[in-house]
């Protein structure tokens, strides 16, 4: 089975500065890897994903993540953050390895930016 | 395209009752999921189906029921409803084929249980 560890519920950043948001992983088949985000009040919307091409991925809004194997990582990462970045971020990590396809979530990291 | 659409946004419950929610997607996805979402916990999966007519239990199924009649259409039953099932729904939906994994989530539903 599956299962994803985010690191940090809170995360804060002054804005302009760098954004890491950590995710770490454990699957039995090579794993597919999801950041979403949730801006308050709405639903999840997908920032990247990883689905074995290239390792380094890049999404929406300016982030990008690293798939790395060695260290069953998948951090979120973006240059300079923006008070427009505040909202909640979850990693998810998929079991297609059966034939169908579920997601698990990490148990999310809320992103603060202060001015 | 509305996409994913979720039908009631809020509803108040008192314990015992029961209501259903009905999650509608109009971009022919075979797959469709119900999450829970409580804070602290991530989304949590109730149940899903990866195809009309066909249900599987997920990882927290105890105390609700779906059905899927209608492609489209992807119902989440509570029978008689207790507190800790108050919480926010979320309904998603997936293609079975194609280099895309990712999951289409719907606006959700905040339901509170007295």
């Known amino acids: 089975a599956q299962s994803v560890t985010q690191l940090g519920s809170h995360v804060s950043v002054s804005e302009g500065a760098l954004v890491l948001l950590r995710c770490n992983y454990s699957s039995s088949v090579p794993p597919y890897l999801f950041w979403y985000v949730q801006y308050p009040n709405q639903g999840l919307q997908l920032l990247l994903k990883?689905?074995?091409?290239?390792?380094l991925v890049k999404g929406i809004n300016g982030f990008e993540a690293e798939f790395k194997k060695s260290e069953t990582s998948f951090h979120l990462t973006k240059p300079s953050a923006h008070m427009s970045d505040a909202a909640e971020y979850f990693c998810a990590v998929s079991d297609h390895g059966a034939g169908y396809s579920t997601l698990t979530f990490g148990k999310g990291t809320m992103l603060l930016v202060s001015p | 395209n509305a996409g994913v659409t979720q039908t009631p946004k809020f509803r108040v419950l008192k314990t015992g009752q029961s209501m259903t929610l009905l999650c509608a997607q109009d971009m022919n996805h075979e797959y469709m999921y119900w999450y829970r979402q409580d804070p602290g916990m991530g989304l949590r999966l109730i149940h899903y189906s990866v195809g009309e007519g066909t249900t599987a239990k997920g990882e927290v199924p105890d105390g609700y029921n779906v059905s899927r009649l209608k492609k489209q259409n992807f119902l989440l039953g509570l029978e008689s409803a207790a507190p800790s099932q108050t919480s926010v729904y979320f309904c998603?939906?997936?293609?079975?084929?194609?280099?895309?994994?990712?999951?289409?989530f719907g606006p959700g539903t905040r339901l509170t249980v007295t």
């Open positions: 990883y689905t074995s091409a290239a390792t």
């Open positions: 998603a939906s997936k293609l079975t084929s194609g280099s895309s994994y990712e999951q289409y």
